[in-house]
């Protein structure tokens, strides 16, 4: 009777030790993310199944813009490949999965499992992120500038404008500056009347100082607008100007680095809530400041490229100056936006000014 309850013992501890090693080799929380892209050094256990899990990913520009090569080959084929084929990427290419007012909340929903999605397209949404993009901010397209916006976007203020998604990675569209069909802008007087897409209420003040007609609609709908004469022009970058063909309406452009765009890949946690762990951990790995680098780079060769696309005017001494200036009260509206918001504008301005002296001089 003793030895059977020794071994009934003996066989008890070897099952607790089993299960404490199976538990110490077990993912982190799940839930919890990995915002600052650096890598898990815990996995989870295979699932049990080969269920196949399609993510359903819209996508504003067409399949041939560099935006479809960045996202399919930066981003989508590595994590299909780290599934082992048990996540595909669906793709909606040129908004057919979504229009773009409603596109965030279709990923918050649950109603598409993720998107790509431009800071300028929700000026409303972010405003404490669009400090970064405003005119005559400095930061590059390149590794500096993709250190810098991503930390911004992980500062306490972004993230809530973020709200429910999940920022899987960004990076920079490019150097936003000013297309028109009119005429090339040599001096200040060139922008007097033309009725100009802006990016946000800061580039609206400086555009309408300049006499320039500022104008506000969706994004997609510039080329049509300036084709029936709706619009003269927009400020944006050559990557969507190019991917959307706009040289053919507004070959104008003013050849300078004048404000940035963010291009953002979200993820709904509906989405990411049904996976195993495993998968689920995948996305949760994935490096995300890699990707914006890796980006950067390829956007800044895309738009040396397709420059030649348009008629360029150098900026003028006269055109810098006057954007110059006008960018101190763009910064000063920013901060009135903040304050609206219920943020602590101050704070939020330091903690700009010690991200641009870090990052840009």
């Avoid at 800071?119 to 972010?126: P, V």
């Avoid at 009135?336 to 002296?357: F, H, I, T, V, W």
């Amino acid at each position: 009777m003793n030895k059977q309850f020794f071994r009934r013992i003996a066989t008890l501890l070897a099952l607790v030790m089993v299960f404490s090693l199976v538990a110490s080799c077990g993912g982190g929380d799940s839930k919890g993310g990995n915002q600052t892209g650096a890598p898990s050094t815990q996995g989870s256990a295979p699932a049990a199944d080969n269920t196949v899990y399609e993510l359903v990913f819209s996508q504003q520009d067409p399949e041939s813009s560099i935006h479809a090569k960045i996202i399919q080959e930066l981003w989508g084929s590595k994590i299909e490949e780290a599934s082992g084929g048990r996540i595909k990427i669906i793709y909606g290419w040129a908004g057919s999965l979504s229009g773009v007012p409603e596109l965030l909340d279709n990923v918050e929903n649950g109603v598409l499992d993720g998107c790509w999605a431009a800071t300028s397209q929700f000026a409303g949404r972010y405003t404490a992120i669009s400090g970064v993009t405003l005119p005559g901010i400095g930061l590059k397209v390149d590794d500096n500038g993709a250190e810098a916006i991503w930390k911004w976007l992980h500062e306490e203020e972004p993230q809530k404008e973020i709200g429910a998604l999940y920022l899987q990675a960004m990076y920079l569209p490019g150097d936003s500056t000013i297309y028109n069909s009119k005429r090339e802008l040599k001096t200040v007087a060139d922008f007097n009347g033309l009725r100009i897409r802006t990016l946000n209420p800061a580039w609206t003040m400086v555009l309408d100082n300049m006499k320039a007609n500022p104008m506000t609609f969706n994004l997609p709908e510039t080329y049509e607008n300036i084709e029936k004469n709706v619009a003269d022009g927009y400020v944006m970058d050559y990557s969507w100007s190019t991917a959307n063909r706009a040289y053919e309406v507004a070959p104008y452009a003013l050849d300078a680095q004048l404000g940035l765009n963010i291009a953002s890949i979200y993820l709904s946690r509906h989405f990411l809530d049904k996976l195993p762990d495993d998968l689920r951990q995948i996305f949760y790995d994935f490096d995300g400041l890699a990707f914006a680098k890796a980006a950067n780079q390829e956007i800044a060769r895309y738009q040396q490229e397709v420059k030649s696309a348009f008629t360029l005017t150098p900026i003028s001494d006269e055109v810098a100056n006057e954007i110059s200036r006008l960018s101190v009260e763009a910064r000063g509206i920013w901060r009135d936006q903040c304050n609206e918001k219920g943020y602590d504008a101050d704070s939020l301005d330091s903690r700009l000014a010690a991200l641009l002296a870090q990052y840009v001089g």
